[in-house]
Structure formats: C-alpha cells, structure tokens
C-alpha cells in the first residue's frame, strides 16, 4: 500500500462480488457492503501528512440460513426426518415463504386452509428424477397457497439444480410460485430458469431414497408419504 492507500483498493471486487480468502482453505463469499474510511496521520518533524485508505469489506459466509426439517411417514409408518437449509442469503423471499409454511406461523391462508405443510402430502414421486409435494390446500397438485397471498412471481435463478437434494419452487401456472415445491433424486438442469432453486438437504438422504422408491413413472407413488411435522431448527 502506498501513502494515500490508492494500491490498496485497487482492484478490489465491487459490491455484490466476492472476496477470496487465501491460505485458510475458506471459499470465496459474496460482499455485501464496502466500507471505508481515511485516516490522516502527521509525519513527525515534517509538515506533511499521510493519508491512509481503509476498506472493510462485509461478507456473507452463508452462516445466516435457516434449517428446516420435515417428519415423514410413508403409509403411517414413521420414514425419518430430512433436513433442509434455505438459501435466504440469495433467495430472501422464497426461502421466507417455505421457513413459515414449515413453523405454521402465519396461521390461516386466504382460502380458509392452513399455511403450514403439516399433514401434507407428496402426491407426485417420479423414480430418478424428483419428489414433488406443498399442496397444502387441494392435496393433488392443482392447489396451495404462500404466506403472501395466492402466489408470488419467480425471484431470480442464480441457484442451479445441480444435483440430488435440490428444493426448488414448483408452480401451478407460468409466473405463480405458491407453496408447492419439489426436491431432486437427480441433477435435473433443464429446470433451470423454470423453477426457482432456494434450499438444499443437508441430512435424510436415505428417506429422500426411500421415497423415490415408491414413485412411478405416472407421478402416483404406490403408498401415501405424509408430512407428519414440520418447523424450523436454526
């Protein structure tokens, strides 16, 4: 760094980029804020002084997403748990919607039904590909409801369904993203910029698997796979 700190900010990433750690095996985060500020100091026995610029740099390290987690069962018979961490970090207003619909707090939707996945079921399982569920209003695909209202508009795609355990929005029209949503057995790319992707699983691959075991290629599993409980652990 020179004396007026100009070699210092050079080149550094700008807002919305990211700043990689070196020799500490830490990935590259997403920069939140820049902050700087400059600080004079006089030279002693001279009447010059040194101006010195800082940057802080704020980063996201992805510590901030929430986990949730379903209890299934599968024809009344407990299958386990699996658990799900939202992508709040990149998609704040989906992830909002399925953390709430997995707590129930926001009590009773619009249709008289309500916004809580308890109970639900997956009623569309589809062997190597996905696990489709969230109808938390009709049961069968062509209902659900978000805690926003009716539906809401796609947020942005810069999640990928890059691979097995991928959460991502499933809609009942063009443009409506409600509560229904889906979770990969497979990289699955063509649903890219179709389908918002806002969570992954981190635990319960095993369930996940049991699950994809019961399904057809019609989309009818052959037993019943329940939501039995629901809620937010972090």
């Known amino acids: 760094m020179n004396a007026n700190g100009t070699k210092y900010i050079k080149g550094a990433p700008p807002l919305g980029g ?10 590259s985060v997403p920069i939140l804020s820049i902050l700087s500020f400059v600080l004079h100091l006089p030279f002693p026995l001279s009447t010059s002084t040194f101006h010195y610029t800082f940057s802080l740099f704020v980063v996201d390290t992805g510590m901030g997403n929430p986990r949730v987690f379903f209890d299934l069962s599968i024809d009344g018979i407990p299958a386990g748990r699996i658990v799900m961490e939202l992508f709040a970090d990149s998609t704040p207003i989906t992830a909002e919607n399925f953390r709430a619909l997995c707590t129930g707090e926001k009590g009773i ?5 309500p916004l ?5 079921t997956f009623h569309r399982v589809i062997p190597g590909y996905m696990v489709h569920g969230g109808d938390i ?16 508009a796609d947020e942005n795609f810069v999640r990928k369904h ?14 409506a993203n409600g509560s229904q949503f889906c979770i990969c057995t497979t990289k699955t790319e063509w649903l890219d910029r179709k389908q918002v992707v806002f969570g992954e699983m ?8 049991a699950i994809d075991q019961i399904g057809s290629s019609s989309g009818l599993p052959s037993k019943t796979v329940r939501i039995i409980d629901c809620g937010q652990l972090c």
């Open 116 to 120: 809580h996945y308890k109970g639900s």
């Open 202 to 209: 981190v635990k319960g691959f095993d369930v996940l698997k």
């Open 18 to 27: 990211h700043l990689a750690f070196k020799g500490n095996q830490k990935p």
């Open 109 to 113: 939707g619009t249709v008289g039904k």
């Open 137 to 152: 209003t009709e049961g069968n695909g062509t209902g659900g409801e978000s805690i926003y209202g009716p539906s809401f």
């Open 162 to 175: 890059i691979g097995p355990g991928i959460l991502s929005m499933a809609k009942t029209s063009t443009l």
